[in-house]
T-cell receptor, first 110, second 112 residues
């Protein structure tokens, strides 16, 4: 079993849709949860960083963590064509190497 | 504040050669980590350096090595290149005591 599982997609949605991206992880030692956005031929950009279970909101983005089921989500409201990218979830135990999901490729169609 | 910079951005080498990649972290960041990204394996951790000392190492062969200088700049070296080493090599930096890592644009290595 991989440490972090993420559906690779691709996921294609119309502009304005709500997007839901998800990851599961296997090790309960992971305490920190991140979402990165990676545009083609660019490095990953940190979008959201959370520690505890619950929701964290930043503009159109909401990160959700459920430690009891080892499940993390990223919601994008009012999706825009500029949101088209690969979204990577990452976890770690704090100051340890990041463990990444494989990434979900998202296309938002105008 | 300037972000993480990596040089060169693109590199083409042939099998058996060696290559050195460079990373300059965000000013004030003393930790530098290296990751390899391939379509098949995704992002995989190579190693982390902090204050010129290797702190963590991933599951890669000894052909992959790195070092960090006193100004926190880091280099990674891959010797005896293989076709499977073709990948995007990413460097990330973070401030000491802080968990968030910030990535550079990467160096795309192609091995022919």
């Amino acid at each position: 079993q991989k440490e972090v599982e993420q559906d690779p997609g691709p996921l294609s949605v119309p502009e304005g849709a709500i997007v839901s991206l998800n990851c599961t992880y296997s090790n309960s030692a992971f305490q920190y949860f991140m979402w990165y956005r990676q545009y083609s031929r660019k490095g990953p950009e940190l979008l959201m960083y959370t520690y505890s279970s619950g929701n964290k909101e930043d503009g159109r983005f909401t990160a959700q963590v459920d430690k009891s089921s080892k499940y993390i989500s990223l919601f994008i409201r009012d999706s825009q064509p500029s949101d088209s990218a690969t979204y990577l979830c990452a976890v770690n135990s704090g100051n340890t190497p990041l463990v990444f999901g494989k990434g979900t490729r998202l296309s938002v169609i105008a | 504040k300037a972000g993480v910079t990596q040089t060169p951005r693109y590199l083409i080498k042939t099998r058996g050669q060696q290559v050195t990649l460079s990373c300059s972290p965000i000013s004030g960041h003393r930790s530098v980590s290296w990751y390899q990204q391939t379509p098949g394996q995704g992002l995989q951790f190579l190693f982390e350096y902090f204050s010129e000392t290797q702190r963590n190492k991933g599951n890669f062969p000894g052909r992959f090595s790195g070092r960090q200088f006193s100004n926190s700049r880091s280099e990674m070296n891959v010797s005896t290149l293989e076709l499977g080493d073709s990948a995007l090599y990413l460097c990330a930096s973070r401030s000491s005591g802080v968990n968030e890592q910030f990535f550079g644009p990467g160096t795309r290595l192609t091995v022919l």
